[in-house]
């Protein structure tokens, strides 16, 4: 009898040990359960998310209800077509299942919302489809912490930019990141929830002359020949690309890796309360210099919104 009291004691401080060991380590016990209600903008800031959580030791669950440049009010009428029918097909646009549904597969810890970029610096585009919005989140998960992420600025070489009123336009990427920054802060402080301040950490690196984007003036994008690519140091955005038909394209709204890893960086920050400074991983087409720089602004941005 003594010696299975003694067993049974051994296997308690090895469990125990094991358990501080794994605190150690950073493992920080069960999963955070992640829901985004976005677009293309909400897929780039968390491609990189799931490898910065796990080397953080925050086992991480992502669902998502996300469809291209979709704006807050097309998922609050997505949402409103499912719940007065919930058979209507245009309820059910998330590859055929309604928001209703989606979120209501198990416990969601964090909900996240967004305005689509286009609309993004036009306050009166926001209500009252992100109350609503927030409201059919609530109603279904009352427990959850609804979080909205600022959206970036387009590249500075954008042909055109956000919709700051009705057909009226930012002039350049700095004017969109006022404009739309001040919607964003306007729509929180109304919902009283927290912001992924996204947008200001792009605008930190693009405003900032050792680390901004400058445009190639020596290339010649009218007579460019494959594989030939301006210079595009520091780019935060997809820029200038041959498609596959080897065709010159460009997209200066979508973030490329460097900007994909400084949004992860900033939803790290804000999720998990901690500094992403210590974080070794980055893409590999980001460099260990640029990416310390990332790691700091994100840090920085997130420190200084609080």
Partial sequence: MKKTVISLLLLLVLVLLKSGEARSMGMKGDSLRLFLIGNSFSQNATRYLPKLAEEGGHPLKIGRAELGGCSLQRHWEIAEAAERNPEDPKGKAYNGKSLRELLSAGKWDVVTIQQNSM???DSTTYM???????????????????????????????????????????????????????????????????????????WRINSNPKTAYV???????ANAVYPNLPEQK??????????????????????????CYLGGLVWYAVLFKESPVKLHFHPEQVSDEFAKVLKSTADQVVKNSK
């Fill in 119 to 121: 609309n993004s610096g």
């Fill in 128 to 202: 009252p489809y992100a109350r609503k919005l927030v409201a059919l989140v609530k109603s279904i998960q009352p427990d959850a912490k609804i979080i909205m992420q600022q959206t970036w600025a387009y590249r500075v070489d954008a042909k055109k930019f956000t919709q700051t009123a009705n057909e009226v336009f930012a002039a350049d990427a700095k004017e969109m990141w006022e404009k739309s920054r001040a919607s964003y802060h306007k729509i929180v402080k109304e919902l009283g929830i927290k912001l992924f301040p996204v947008g200001d950490a792009f």
């Fill in 215 to 221: 445009p190639d003036s020596k290339f010649d994008v």
């Fill in 234 to 259: 520091n780019s935060l955005h997809v820029g200038y690309k041959y498609n596959n038909s080897q065709k010159l394209d460009f997209d200066a709204n979508h973030a490329n890796e460097a900007g």
